[in-house]
């Protein structure tokens, strides 16, 4: 895709979230159009929010399952980012009209305290570098049409690349703690996760690439090919180890780590 082409994706995707109109997909529009180009729109876009004020503030990983990867046709997970107008403090309330087509899903998200690059981060450089761990919600949003109205055919996994991984909003809560301090097998950590009082999905972390460490090391590595390093301070979400679950206004979510507490929101 010619650099023109990846800035009027980014517009689009920009005027999609700001009419809550979601925009046709892409990859009708360039059906050439390879994995590179669709981090190269994502790219676009989020530098366009930047230009708005927006401050990157971590990233994301998705796809972390094997059979997420599978149902989409890929090899490896996707990653977005996170900006700062995107994060909600355990418990809040959600102005749902701020979503057009709302889910949720449970991870742990990294809070880093020194730099990770790579190419070749390992799950002990990522171990050394978290100041905190912490039970998290990530909220996701569809920017794309997720089926296309005329031809019936369904986004492909190109189109959510684009659209900054489906990411749109996190609730970081639970109980934080430094897995340096303390001896926690984080493949063992799971989440109950409920909607209005009925539990719907749970889930282990090591349903995250039997590590969910091993998912922050792939994003370093992945990063390095686009000269971008992991910052200090900067969260990163690990990826699900649920299924996405629909959200509508009016649901209230609670996700139970157990041991490590839980995490909340409500939209209204």
Not at 15 to 44: G, K, W
Request: overall charge negative; proline content about 5%.
């Amino acid at each position: 895709m010619t650099p023109e082409q990846l800035n009027e994706a980014a517009h689009r995707l920009e005027q999609a979230q700001e009419t809550r109109v979601p925009c046709r997909q892409f990859s009708l529009d360039y059906p050439e159009m390879t994995i590179e180009d669709a981090y190269a729109i994502q790219s676009a876009w989020m530098a366009l929010k930047q230009t708005k004020g927006r401050i990157v503030k971590g990233h994301k990983i998705g796809l972390t399952s094997k059979a997420m990867q599978r149902a989409v046709n890929i090899s490896e997970p996707d990653f977005g980012v996170l900006l700062d107008d995107m994060f909600y403090r355990d418990g809040s309330a959600i102005p749902s009209d701020r979503f057009m087509q709302l889910r949720i899903e449970a991870e742990l998200a990294f809070v880093l305290d020194k730099p990770l690059s790579g190419p070749d981060c390992t799950l002990f450089d990522v171990l050394d570098a978290t100041a905190f761990i912490t039970p998290a919600l990530e909220i996701l949003d569809a920017r794309i049409q997720r089926v296309d109205p005329e031809t019936k055919r369904t986004r492909t996994v190109l189109d959510t690349i684009s659209d900054n991984a489906a990411n749109a909003a996190l609730v970081l809560g639970g109980r934080p703690f430094r897995p340096a301090l303390q001896d926690v097998d984080l493949r063992r950590i799971g989440a109950i996760v409920s909607k209005n009082g009925e539990v719907e999905e749970t889930g282990l972390a090591a349903g995250v690439l039997n590590h969910p460490g091993y998912g922050v090391a792939w994003l370093a590595n992945r990063l390095h090919r686009h000269g971008v390093v992991l910052q200090p301070g900067q969260v990163i979400l690990a990826g699900s180890f649920i299924r996405p679950l629909d959200v509508t206004k009016g649901d209230t979510i609670i996700a139970d780590y157990g041991d490590f507490g839980t995490v909340s929101c409500h939209f209204h």
